[in-house]
């Protein structure tokens, strides 16, 4: 079974005078513990297919099955349960809660679980300890540099143990290095935690840290393809070695 | 769904990074808080003053004042013309249904001396019936009797003033006093009563029996003759009609003919200071209308800054809303920082306006009563105008697009 399974996935923005088909008729199954790119140039409707595997946005017609769970139809309250429970989101801007601590952030999403004070900040102190953010439980967002905002983010995306992780452009903002290696804890979380991860970039190198490409243009899938490892990966791979 | 002390927690942070904003905002529910205690707490000071003198002039009470002279077609005004006598009284006792007890009245200013001391003071001649017409009792000693009044005894009842300034801290009753040269005996003292509703100190009076007055004291023109006649009605509800009976019985034993005027007046008190208790009511009801206006400029200050807030922090809510928050988690914390405003600030508000009310009786000499219920009605009514004006800039923010709200810049 699919953990994402779109079909016929349409979304046409009426922008009035003309429509603009954001999605045509995308047919993708993404299984389990696949750690999948999506690209395409800005307006191809990677975003839009982003949105709406995130439960953000409803298609205009299509189905979208989450752990083969139609979502079409549900209310704006059962989408938000279902972010809360299913789906961690990484944003390129790192989008934490300015002027609230790094273990407040992270508490976010069970705060909306009602999960009791105790066990919520153990878990966070917890997903905060395992992406090495030891002693920062306190400082505020300010207080971080890109990279560790972007780990925080990570562990709030973790927290709630939601088998899906949504990542757009997750080292937008980052200097080389550090992209390296947050791209690094991403396929370690991939790889050991069997976490599915779909990651939005339109850089080839952060792409290539993913094992299944799928390109977009003009809202359709013009390639779906599993990756073959290529020599640049595999340097990269050695120069990230230095820093796990 | 989030629980309330997480929203609590949410609210007061966000309050707290706008420290002067949130005190301004507050400072609104403050004022309007204060000044509805404060305005109510003047307005039922004065109704409540102002029943205080009713109650002491004694209640349902009707004076009938003789009729004016009219001297070449000028008028001299009522009481001009000495027509009532002591007889007039018995009678409207007698006769009057309506009517529950009478006391005639013949007045003057005398002197009344005590050892060294002296006094200048009003002399009431009167019954005994007087005391029970203006709700008056004795504060030590007796009341005169039937005997003392037929016999015109010197006996007399001081007034609290009276008998400070005679007697001091000296026990009065028992002892002679001297009312233009006569000699009277202090039989009782009666209980303060305090000012009148025209600011006329009701204590600085001493009453002698009506006969006593007339034969001894200030004389008559004719016999009997009496300045004034005090009357209780049975009750509020027979105000009317003992007026009705007096008019009629006075004009039969006066005998006014049908197109003649009335040579006396009725004037009923009561009514009038009824009228007064009204408008005092209604000037409550007034200063705290007028007050409420501030609360509610107060409140449209909470919904402003609330509307600025839900928009300042659209990325905020994107964040929530993309992590799981329902529609109520937002809207409920958004309510709960309004309501928060608007409780501290009640709550600011109720000390201001009881501090307020209590500087101005003690520097302003008006009397002011806060009352626990304006209270209440205060801090409930800043818990619903917070509730009322943040709704709707919570509502605004629940029904933000998440994807919209996390790319607001």
Redesign the interface.
């Given at each position: 079974m699919f953990l994402i399974e779109t079909k016929g996935l349409n979304k046409i923005y009426d922008l009035g005078e003309s429509k603009v088909h954001a999605l045509n008729e995308v047919n993708i199954g993404i299984a389990p513990g696949e750690f999948v790119a999506v690209m395409g140039p800005s307006g191809s409707g990677k975003s839009t297919f982003m949105n709406v595997i995130g439960c953000l946005d409803e298609p205009t017609s299509g189905n979208y099955l989450l752990e083969g769970r139609d979502i079409g139809g549900l209310s704006r309250d059962q989408l938000a349960e279902i972010r809360n429970a299913k789906i961690g989101f990484v944003f390129q801007g790192f989008n934490l809660l300015p002027r609230t601590s790094a273990l407040e952030n992270v508490e976010l999403p069970m705060l909306y679980m009602n999960i009791p004070t105790r066990e919520r900040e153990e878990r966070a102190r917890a997903a905060l300890r395992m992406l090495g953010l030891e002693g920062r439980e306190h400082h505020h967002p300010n207080q971080l540099s890109g990279g560790q905002q972007q780990r925080v983010a990570i562990a709030r995306a973790l927290v709630n143990n939601a088998p899906l992780v949504l990542a757009d452009e997750p080292t937008g903002n980052l200097d080389t290095k550090t992209s390296i290696e947050i791209m690094e804890l991403i396929v370690k979380l991939n790889e050991e935690a069997k976490i599915t991860v779909v990651l939005v970039t339109h850089e080839p190198d952060i792409a290539q840290y993913s094992k299944r490409i799928i390109r977009f243009k003009d809202g359709e899938v013009v390639s779906d393809e599993a990756i073959k490892k290529i020599q640049s990966s595999e340097s990269n791979r050695a120069t990230n070695d230095q820093y796990t | 769904?989030?629980?309330i002390p997480?929203t609590l927690k949410i609210s007061f942070?966000a309050l707290r990074?706008n420290k002067m904003r949130s005190s301004l905002t507050m400072l609104g529910i403050i004022i309007g808080v204060g000044a509805v205690i404060a305005m109510l707490a003047i307005g039922t000071g004065a109704s409540e003053q102002v029943s205080k003198q009713i109650a002491s002039m004694g209640s349902n009470l009707i004076v009938i004042l003789p009729g004016s002279t009219t001297s070449g077609g000028i008028r001299m005004g009522a009481g001009t013309t000495p027509t009532l006598t002591s007889h007039d009284a018995d009678a409207i006792e007698k006769e009057c249904p309506a009517v529950a007890e009478v006391a005639p009245v013949l007045n003057g200013v005398a002197q009344v001396v005590y050892g060294s001391q002296n006094w200048s003071t009003g002399v009431v001649g009167t019954t005994p019936e007087m005391l029970s017409v203006r709700d008056w009792p004795l504060q030590s000693g007796r009341n005169f009797t039937d005997q003392d009044i037929r016999s015109a005894a010197k006996f007399c009842l001081l007034g609290k003033t009276v008998a400070d300034n005679l007697f001091g801290e000296l026990d009065p009753v028992g002892q002679i006093i001297r009312i233009k040269n006569a000699p009277f005996t202090v039989i009782g003292i009666l209980a303060s009563k305090g000012q009148s509703p025209t600011g006329h100190d009701q204590d600085d009076t001493v009453y002698i029996p009506v006969t006593t007055a007339q034969k001894k004291i200030f004389g008559t023109s004719f016999p009997g003759m009496v300045r004034s006649i005090m009357i209780k009605a049975r009750g509020p509800e027979y105000l009317e009609e003992a007026e009705a009976q007096i008019k009629e019985l006075l004009r039969q034993r006066h005998r006014i003919g049908p197109r003649q005027d009335n040579d006396f007046t009725i004037r009923n008190l009561t009514q009038m200071m009824q009228a007064a208790e009204q408008s005092a009511k209604v000037m409550t009801l007034l200063l705290g209308a007028i007050a409420s206006v501030s609360l509610l400029v107060g409140g449209i200050g909470i919904m402003n800054i609330m509307l600025v807030s839900v928009t300042e922090r659209t990325?905020?809510i994107?964040?929530?809303?993309?992590?799981?928050?329902?529609?109520?988690?937002i809207r409920l914390q958004f309510i709960i920082e309004a309501l928060t405003l608007s409780l501290i600030g009640g709550l600011a508000g109720i000390i201001l306006g009881v501090s307020g009310s209590g500087l101005l009786s003690h520097f302003a000499g008006w009397k002011t009563i806060v009352s626990p219920l304006s209270i209440l009605l205060a801090f409930g009514f800043s818990g619903l105008v917070g509730i009322f004006f943040g709704f709707y800039p919570a509502y605004k923010a629940s029904l933000l697009n998440?994807?919209d709200a996390?790319r607001y810049e």
């Open positions: - | 769904m989030i629980s997480n942070r990074v990325r905020e994107g964040i929530r809303l993309a992590v799981g928050a329902k529609s109520w988690d998440p994807i996390l």
